[in-house]
């Protein structure tokens, strides 16, 4: 290293000899220091010249702190330049985990601990223990250390997904490397057998203690590795507090690591027989050709995407169709979520119209479990994830296989009516407007008539479940168009020939939304029980209710009950779309009537009574014209949609001075059925702390 420059001297042209005296010596010494060795801590706080009376003395008050009247100390600890050292970085934190497992050991001997936890204290003394009623089949308490590396990337069947892992086990060695028990929980347990009884999947620990490789070695195609992971470095041991890396968990696992195979391909089937004709954003015979292939094992973003799905159906579908007691649905529900959640969060980068449907299914998870923040913040991740994708651009489609365009248009589809949904029935902005949307509806095919190359032509008279979709989309349309005409006037209200026009143009969507459904295919189309004008007395009393209640309980209840009316998608789609134009027509006739009150000064209330009676007859028309099961298949979104129109019209009816007694009639029976439909939300909590309650103030309407 070399030493300092010294400082010139004016009267010593040459430098010092080698025999000078000691005088000398020190006088040289005292000119070549520039700076003392350490400053006090308060003056290195302060970052101010710390002026000692004595700089020789390093632990010497320096004037400073006497002049404050403070300590004046030295305990900072100047750090060694230049990189870490991490082998001995290594060794201090082997000496540390093998203190803290002495530790532990000697403590469980005086301990005694719980049959799940026996075989992990030794490695996780922080890992809290199981209890036998903890311990479910779920990666979240079980290794997964056995999903081993394939070695030849095997070809798959056309599928509608690009995958980004094909090339991933044939440029990489095998992964030879413990993973944690879970995939929120860093620590790394070696466990050679559960509290069950059953063996774990977790090989034991090789003595070189690797835990995991480098992310960017052996899994160069995960996109964002290299913004961690600029050193080829791995740790021996890693520490109980040590957060890894996302791309830690970006890897293919098995679906078993989760819960039997058998578990997880019955909650599929459950999802295109009861959620799907709702929510059809997946391409049926790829994606199960995806499934029976085994892809999950690798490409972790499909595993995800099985992930969500199956999430979303354990919360949407009746617990009596699971052979699952409600507490293990919602462990399910939770682990399948979470397992979602850790892969898709580190491959953003490129974005795939995956990452959409994934996060949909997120948002409708998070929308039935009442996480109301989470529910809306995965829902702005699918939002603003297609629009990076261009999916409400018609152009963005040119160049994409025929499968993944029919895809991207319905998941498209899905979100803008979700986003008019929470728009009315919450109040919030709009984020996909209509005048920015120039993507086409989904082609009304089913998925067995759509490859990646060519449509083939749908049998004749056979109607597509798709169409439910395009139906209720031309509705969530017509609602955006009068949302944003009354956010526009809220903010500057028309006046005079503005008005005039504006009545006009509202009047004009009153007749779209009554016709909206006049073209509808004949399976969605309603057969209505009584006339619009007419209430028969049976809509309402007890033995109605009673009659109601019993029907929902033995749909929620029993598994051998009929689920014919459940399982016929047409009839699932009637219930949704007939109210979503009920509730868009009553938005509609409400503006309509503040525009005439501004206009003429004043409003006919005897017609706005008779109007919004019409549309509480209406309503329990609808709803007594459609089996309770069908209903009860839309779950709680339907609900909500319900809940808003009846409660709107009741306080309409309560003001309203000249209100025909026909009028409050229709409103008390709208209302007593509403509270059926309050049973059937009810049904659907999977949380037995909510059980019982009225979930008043729950999240509206998930895309449907």
């Not at 000899?17 to 005292?30: M, V, Y």
């Not at 507090?241 to 578990?263: G, K």
Request: with cysteine; charged share 20%.
């Amino acid at each position: 290293m070399p030493s300092a420059r010294t400082k010139k001297e004016p009267n010593s042209p040459t430098p010092p000899s080698d025999d000078a005296s000691p005088k000398d010596s020190s006088e040289n010494s005292k000119i070549k220091r520039k700076r003392q060795s350490q400053s006090c801590d308060a003056c290195r706080a302060r970052k101010v010249r710390c002026a000692r009376e004595n700089p020789d003395d390093p632990k010497g008050s320096c004037k400073h702190c006497i002049t404050l009247g403070i300590p004046c100390t030295y305990d900072y600890q100047p750090k060694k330049r230049g990189p870490p050292n991490l082998y001995l970085r290594r060794l201090q934190e082997a000496a540390a985990a093998a203190a803290a497992a002495q530790q532990e050991s000697q403590n469980g001997t005086d301990h005694p601990q719980s049959p799940g936890s026996t075989s992990q204290g030794a490695a996780s003394p922080t890992q809290p223990s199981l209890t036998p009623s903890a311990q479910v089949p779920s990666f979240l308490d079980s290794s997964l250390a056995s999903v081993q590396a394939i070695h030849s990337a095997a070809a798959l069947p056309p599928s509608r997904y690009p995958i980004a892992a094909d090339g991933f086990h044939s440029q990489f060695p095998p992964l030879s490397m413990s993973v944690p028990t879970s995939f929120g929980n860093s620590r790394l347990p070696e466990t050679h057998g559960m509290g069950n009884g059953l063996p774990s999947r977790s090989p034991p620990r090789t003595d070189d203690g690797q835990q995991y490789g480098s992310p960017s070695e052996q899994f160069s195609t995960y996109p964002l590795h290299n913004w961690s992971y600029k050193q080829h470095q791995a740790l021996s041991i890693m520490p109980p507090t040590a957060i890894p890396p996302l791309s830690y968990y970006y890897r293919p696992h098995r679906l078993e690591d989760v819960a039997p195979r058998d578990t997880i391909l019955l909650i599929i089937a459950l999802f295109f027989d009861f959620v799907y004709p709702l929510t059809p954003c997946v391409h049926k015979p790829s994606f199960m050709a995806d499934v029976h292939s085994r892809r999950e094992e690798r490409d972790p973003l499909f595993f995800a995407l099985v992930m969500s799905t199956v999430a979303s159906t354990l919360v949407q579908v009746p617990r009596s169709y699971l052979p699952m007691e409600r507490h293990a649905v919602r462990k399910l529900a939770q682990t399948c979520h979470e397992a979602s959640r850790h892969i898709s969060v580190a491959s953003y980068d490129p974005p795939t119209s995956m990452h959409v449907v994934i996060r949909y299914f997120d948002c409708v998870y998070h929308f039935c479990e009442g996480h109301d923040a989470t529910q809306h913040a995965a829902f702005g991740e699918a939002a603003h994830i297609a629009v990076t994708l261009r999916m409400h651009e018609e152009s963005s489609y040119e160049g994409l296989d025929l499968i993944e365009c029919e895809v991207r248009r319905r998941t498209f589809w899905l979100l803008f009516g979700a986003d008019k949904s929470m728009s009315i029935l919450l109040g919030r902005p709009i984020c996909l407007r209509d005048e920015d949307t120039t993507c086409n509806f989904p082609r009304e095919l089913d998925d067995e008539y759509i490859t990646p190359s060519a449509y083939l032509p749908q049998p004749h008279g056979k109607t597509a479940i798709v169409s439910g979709l395009n139906y209720i989309s031309r509705i969530f349309a017509l609602l955006g168009e009068i949302l944003v005409r009354i956010r526009v006037d809220k903010r500057s209200p028309p006046q005079g020939q503005f008005l005039t026009a504006r009545l006009e143009e509202v009047q004009a969507l009153h007749s779209r939304i009554v016709s909206a459904l006049a073209h509808a295919p004949e399976p969605l189309r309603l057969k209505r029980a009584h006339s619009q004008s007419h209430l028969p007395p049976e809509y309402g009393g007890a033995g109605f209710r009673q009659a109601a209640f019993t029907e929902v309980k033995d749909f929620f209840d029993n598994p051998n009950a009929s689920r014919a009316n459940a399982l016929n998608p047409f009839l699932v789609m009637q219930a949704n779309l007939y109210v979503t134009q009920q509730l868009v027509r009553f938005v509609i006739e409400q503006y309509r009537d503040e525009l005439i009150t501004s206009l003429q000064g004043g409003v006919d209330e005897h017609r706005v009574a008779e109007d919004r009676e019409a549309v509480a007859s209406d309503l329990l028309n609808i709803l007594h014209s459609i089996p309770i099961q069908s209903i009860a298949t839309n779950g709680p979104s339907l609900v909500h949609k319900v809940r808003f129109v009846a409660s709107t019209l009741l306080d309409a009816v309560r003001k309203a001075e000249t209100a025909p007694a026909s009028a409050a009639r229709a409103h008390a029976y709208l209302w007593d059925f509403l509270s059926i439909l309050s049973e059937i939300e009810r049904n659907y909590l999977l949380d037995d702390d909510r059980d019982g309650l009225s979930n008043d103030v729950a999240m509206p309407l998930m895309g449907n």
